[in-house]
């Protein structure tokens, strides 16, 4: 009756941390570009009660006996798909079609990941940089900052959906001002660590980044000015989730309720 206790507990802590999981998911169902993540589960060791049983003939069972010990989380997974397109009108929202990421220099000097493509202008002293919400400016194929010097009057600068900045010419025609978003792909992107504000960082687990302008072997993905990516979380499917994992909670839960009236049972026995 003990093993059931601790068996049941284990059920507990990993549902709790299931719950706990979609209800960061539906709390980030309309953070722009946020993927859904899943909370996976494993059992835990198994207690071998017989290692060979026989039936009552004496003849050998083709199975041993052994009682699992509980479950426990073993991984809480992203789901990097496509999130659906949102028209803002803003001219610096951008989209992502496909695998990539935006990459920006956050304010320790490395460089951030994400999908959220929601930039604006800041102001400095070499013109103006495209940025990220949190001052983190948006980086080229070069790796370098994105500035529009003074050349240039930043509202009629267009982004084509590979990525390269345009700018009007006396005729009105769209001419390449030789600047291109750097957007980049991993072979594991579940693998990318996340911070504060929508950031990726990568690991060793996510690999290095890789370059879509350099590497040919890669799908290139689409750049969308004007949109925003979605988050892929879809609030039907976590209520569900989060009933199931409700009911599993519970149940857990009367397993205790049940292990302990059986010592209880046990204890008043004269």
Known sequence: MMRSL???ASGMTAQQ???DTISNNLANINT???????AEFKSLFYQTIQENSYDNNGDPKPAGIQVGLGVRNSAITSQYTQGSLLET?????????GKGFFMVRTQDGSIGYTRNGSFGLAVGTEGVT???????PLLDSTGSAIVINEAYNPTKIAVSEFGELS???ENNNMVPIGITIGL???NNPGGLEKTSGSLLKETDASGLP???SDDFTLEISKVRQRYLEGSNVQAVDEMVNLIVAQRAYEMNSKIITAADQMLQQANNLR
């Open 210 to 212: 890789r370059l879509e």
């Open 130 to 136: 495209i940025s990220d919400t949190n001052g983190n």
């Open 6 to 8: 601790w068996t049941a």
């Open 17 to 19: 941390s299931n719950v």
């Open 32 to 38: 722009t570009g946020y993927k859904k993540e899943t």
């Open 184 to 186: 980049v792909q991993f």
């Open 167 to 169: 700018y009007p010419d």
């Open 89 to 97: 009108g803003n001219d610096f929202d951008f989209a992502i079609e």
